[in-house]
């Protein structure tokens, strides 16, 4: 089996040309990697369909990759759609809970980049860096509705030259919304499922009206209760696209309205010492208030250490999000794009917990000081009156976010030349606020409550506003030098100015050994980022091609999340960053083969796959670390951020598509990581030996396959993916095993009277977790040795779904 896994993959690995593209394809330009961060040509859910081809790839220099709307649903209705490219090649995505809607426990590597190096867009709209606590952006299952999703595309290089990314070092996710459908008509779908799950979907299309327009209206409401503790995760969610399409050109206009409320998960610690004993998780005790009494009283939660229990935590997120785009065909050989977005965040994240954890005492001993030892128990009992009386206290960071930008495209065909100029600007304004407020024992707060600045806070123990400007440019040529042969070469510029306001300062030495968040403005620039590719029609059913390019991660902006200069505990640490610090780049270089063909092998009637090859230079890697007693003297005795040293990565993507007859295709993808430290580096006095470890978090070895059938009114799908072992240490001393797991799907398509209100009806069961495994899914990372905190593999739950169409 496995020899013919290594040949499917190595179909699927090699992203095809139209030619090479499953039937149902969006159709590709002209010329290699012209206009990639176009919106391709789909017209609704139901005409993306891909006839359970999971891989659906492109006319590019460069590995690319895509998963249609149609299949992202069948993995799970309302699934977050980067948990659904976790069945794609190179990709471990992992979260605590079935749909990947929880932001604060999800993992994402891509060949050993972690998700806030990677990049992402909506419809070509930037949506940041993904970093928990989001400054720069907002996720892909708050910007769209899952069932309005169109196409996802995975470009596991550093992505294309268009990308409004300033995180875009080891790929890009570019998430595509579904045009309004040609006819009229109206969706609704329901589903129900384990832990009180319920989830209403409902759209409504107008079809084609007047000279060419056409609109769609959705909205959606999710409730699910978590699976291991009484907190309720979901929301509403609204979306609306309108299309004017005409001989002149294409005019879209999208607003996303999204309101989400998510009790979290936390993870449990582990170290040498604890792992057998550690418990598989750490449930909140919410709204058992005097359960978490009595566990205050007796002492429980000392004895528990690091894996105390909280009463609640949970991230409130509300997000507006709209753009204005218009494509202009000025001829039949220069097209002029241009788009205009803006996007608000109002957000808040929340942990209601005992006073006494974690170095609280010393912290609150800054605010309300006493006599003796912050942690003696007259200060503890003055402590507890003060927060309400019940012993916890509750802890906010309160975000805002308004965006705006454009974007601009000019494109054109000259002769055997596709050239491509493009801009892209956007003005960001943020702040975080980080606030203490009581808990009182006669009326105990909710997590779905929104503590906010006019409920008087305790203690408001920073407030940091950010202003930032990017600006990005970029020029390409696709030139066809031989019908069969086609290069690439351009490059992008890239500039960030970022300022730091700080309106309110912590007291000094509230945070360990910080003095005060840091005040002023860091510019950086990276004007040629060059990109060079190659791409050889062997023959019309096999490609072969090749691409290397420099990319860059700005430095992240936000006081409260990431690794942040903003964040660093003086002004001095802060100076001494701008000196010496520079922002990460890298080198990525890949090649690869793909293919298309049809079959006469007994059962086996066609094949699909890619094969590629990558070789990953990663430099400038920054990590928060103690500083030297040198700099100490200098800068306090906060954490630093440093460049420590350089990564190199190699590895191979193979994956394929065997398909036996019309009813039956067999996918696998099987993906080798070889990710790993150059460089030892200090923090303190301490040598910390990383050159030669891996880079933990991302495994070696993955596998994922995808058997699809259908007959008649009938269709079914198994899923299965293998993760292989992964360091959970930078030393490598750590680590976690690999694991299988399995998810399924089968549906039925009842027949409608043609005549009647109902045109279709789709009824379909999904089951998450099969077998029921236990194991970690997301890995904090230990920074050094010892330690690392995992979230839990959500157990085995059941779904059904009522879809219907009018």
Same mark, same amino acid.
């Given at each position: ?252 206009? !999208? ?24 418990? !598989?998780?750490?449930?909140?005790? !919410? ?35 709209? !753009? ?483």
């Amino acid at each position: 089996m496995m020899h013919v896994s290594s040949w499917l993959a190595l179909g699927c690995a090699l992203a095809a040309s139209p030619a090479l593209a499953a039937p149902a394809a969006p159709a590709a330009p002209a010329a290699a990697d012209t206009a990639p961060a176009a919106q391709p040509d789909l017209t609704g859910a139901d005409d993306a369909a891909s006839d359970g081809a999971i891989v659906v790839t492109s006319r590019q220099t460069r590995s690319v990759a895509s998963l249609a709307g149609s299949e992202i649903q069948k993995i799970l209705p309302g699934i977050n759609p980067l948990k659904a490219i976790q069945t794609l090649p190179g990709v471990t995505f992992l979260t605590a809970d079935p749909w990947g809607n929880n932001e604060q426990n999800i993992s994402l590597f891509i060949h050993g980049f972690s998700s806030s190096q990677l990049g992402y867009t909506l419809d070509g709209v930037p949506l940041g860096d993904q970093t928990y606590g989001n400054y720069n952006g907002l996720s892909p299952q708050r910007a769209v509705i899952s069932e309005n999703v169109g196409t996802v595309t995975l470009a596991t290089g550093a992505g294309d030259l268009g990308t409004a990314s300033t995180s875009n070092l080891g790929g890009t996710i570019d998430t595509f919304t579904s045009d309004p459908r040609r006819e009229r008509g109206a969706q609704i779908q329901q589903t129900f499922g384990s832990y009180s799950t319920f989830r209403t979907y409902a759209r409504v299309d107008t079809g084609t009206f007047g000279n060419g327009n056409s609109l769609y209206l959705s909205g959606v409401r999710q409730d699910a209760r978590a699976w291991d503790f009484n907190g309720h995760q979901g929301g509403y969610q609204a979306n609306g696209k309108f299309v004017h399409d005409d001989a002149t050109g294409k005019l879209t206009a !999208y607003f996303a309205y999204s309101d989400k409320v998510e009790p979290n998960e936390d993870a449990t610690v582990f170290t040498a010492a604890n792992r057998d004993t550690a418990p !598989y998780t750490r449930p909140f005790f !919410y709204p058992d208030f005097s359960g978490v009494e009595n566990y205050l009283s007796s002492g429980a939660y000392k004895a528990a250490g690091s894996n105390y229990r909280n009463y609640y935590s949970d991230a409130q997120r509300t997000d507006y999000l709209a !753009y204005l785009k218009y494509d202009w065909h000025i001829s039949d050989r220069l097209t002029w794009s241009n788009q205009a977005y803006y996007h608000h965040d109002d957000g808040v994240g929340v942990v209601a917990g005992p006073i006494d954890v974690a170095g609280l005492p010393q912290l609150f001993s800054f605010y309300f000081p006493g006599t003796g030892s912050p942690t003696s128990a007259a200060n503890l009992a003055r402590l507890s009156s003060r927060f309400g009386g019940s012993g916890l206290a509750t802890r906010t960071t309160e975000y805002r976010i308004d965006r705006g930008g454009v974007l601009s495209t000019v494109s054109g065909d000259f002769g055997k030349h596709h050239i491509e100029l493009g801009g892209w600007y956007e003005y960001q304004s943020s702040s975080a606020y980080r606030r203490w407020y009581g808990l009182d024992v006669n009326n105990p707060s909710t997590p779905y409550q929104r503590p906010r600045a006019y409920a008087d806070p305790l203690i408001t123990q920073y407030g940091s506003q950010v202003r930032v400007q990017e600006y990005q440019t970029h020029i390409q040529d696709s030139w066809r030098i031989l019908p069969t042969l086609t290069v690439l070469g351009g490059f992008k510029s890239t500039f960030q100015n970022a300022e730091q306001r700080v309106p309110v300062q912590p007291i000094p030495g509230s945070f360990t050994g910080s003095v005060a968040l840091p005040v002023g403005r860091i510019k950086t620039d990276k004007a040629f980022l060059p990109q060079a590719g190659l791409l050889w029609d062997v023959t019309s059913r096999i490609q072969i091609f090749a691409n290397a390019q420099k990319n860059i991660r700005q430095f992240q902006t936000s006081a409260a999340s990431g690794l942040s200069p903003f964040a660093l505990g003086s002004q001095a640490a802060f100076d001494l960053f701008k000196q010496q610090v520079r922002p990460e780049t890298s080198w990525t270089y890949e090649a690869g083969a793909r293919v298309d063909a049809s079959l006469d092998l007994g059962p086996i009637t066609g094949f699909q796959g890619q094969i590629s090859y990558y070789h990953v230079d990663f430099k400038n890697r920054l990590l928060a670390i103690s500083p030297t007693p040198v700099i100490t003297s200098i800068v306090s005795g906060a954490a630093i951020l440093q460049n420590v040293g350089s990564v190199k990565t190699d590895g191979v993507d193979v994956a394929g598509t065997l398909r036996f007859g019309p009813h039956f295709s067999f996918y696998d993808a099987l993906s080798y990581n070889n990710s790993r430290f150059e460089d030892d580096y200090t923090s303190g006095t301490a040598l910390v030996p990383t050159a030669g470890k891996k880079v933990p978090g991302s495994p070696k070895w993955l596998n994922k396959f995808v058997a699809s059938a259908h007959a008649g009114l009938f269709d079914a799908q198994l899923i299965g993916d293998y993760i292989g072992k992964r360091y959970a240490t930078y030393t490598n001393d750590l680590s976690v095993k690999g694991y299988f797991t399995m998810s399924g799907r089968i549906a039925a398509t009842v027949p409608m009277a043609p005549t009647g209100a109902i045109k279709s009806l789709v009824v379909s069961l999904n089951v998450t977790n099969i077998t029921n495994k236990k194991a970690a899914s997301t890995l904090s990372i230990g920074a050094a040795s010892g330690t690392y905190n995992a979230f839990p593999v959500a157990p085995r739950q059941w779904f059904g779904t009522l879809s219907f169409g009018f």
